[in-house]
């Protein structure tokens, strides 16, 4: 199986290096390690050429977005599995060995394998993805079933860096999308989802960084104003409604509830900032999905003893 390594990067410069360092100590080497430089202003292009030389295919462009940084390695990579790893992240050794194993023992059934990770940096995250999101797949190596349901109820167990895929998936469900300025890994797993299944291997293969003072992430470039990240979940729910997989089924319901929600939080954060008209405008979009602005009205009554409860318990 030839496989491709992408690592998107901004402003990174030492902890790139320890993600890709742990790429190459990796007990079952990959053939192809491509670093896509997001217009980073610290050196760090000219840093991975001096470091690793031809171990690594560098590439720059113009700051873009992780989404967009992405898209750009998988143009540029030559194999049939794709690897995603964010360059604040880091691979245990056997990660791809495991990964591999794991594919071949379901024959070609699954397009997409992932592993569980363990957060560093933050000593108040202990519990490792599969146990914070309530994943209980059984040991070892397994099949998801469903694995759309977890996306939808935000529980799901895969994380972009743990995540091993097949080329040919990503380029049929069109790649990341660069309008979403947030959740648009999500957004191409819910889209692979209907396409294979997804295995996954039980053990914690990948260490995710946390740490509250790390460097500012590519997505979080683009998320600067609540209008753009609330635009972004609206554009994004809307899309999933308007897929074949989803009119229709049993998925059609909870994502219009995530699409709902994402509405009233839209209009509440320009309340907040006593933008009235924008406010208004973001209101007048709940009549399509509710039954009336009473209806409006008290939900959004209910929302504000809700979050006053919980300010109390607190």
Known sequence: MFVSVIIPTYNRKLCLFQ???????????????????????????????????????????????ASAARNRGLREARGEWIALLDSDDVWL???????????????????????????????????????????????????????????????????TSSCLIRHSLIRESGGFDKSLIIREDTDLFFRICFRTKLCYVAEKLVQIDRTPSREVGLCNLYATRDDQKHDSLVNLYSKWLAMPEVAGTGYEQPVRELLRLAYYNSAEDKLRQLRIGPALSAISRLRDIESGYASIAGTFFLRKIQKLRRHIGD
């Open 93 to 159: 050794p056997m990660k791809i060995e495991r990964q591999l194993e794991a594919l071949a023992r379901f024959g070609g059934k699954s397009g997409l394998c992932f592993t569980d990770n363990i957060f560093i940096g933050d000593p108040n995250m202990t519990r490792s993805v599969f146990e914070a999101t309530g994943f209980v797949g059984g040991g070892g190596i397994g099949i998801l079933e469903e694995p759309a349901k977890y996306i939808l109820t935000k529980t799901e167990p895969f994380y």
């Open 19 to 65: 993600a890709v360092d742990s790429v190459l100590a990796q007990t079952v080497p990959v053939e192809e390690i491509i670093v896509v430089d997001d217009g980073s202003t610290d050196g760090t292009f000219e840093a991975v050429c001096a470091r690793y030389g031809a171990l690594v295919k560098a590439i720059r462009q113009d700051n873009s977005g």
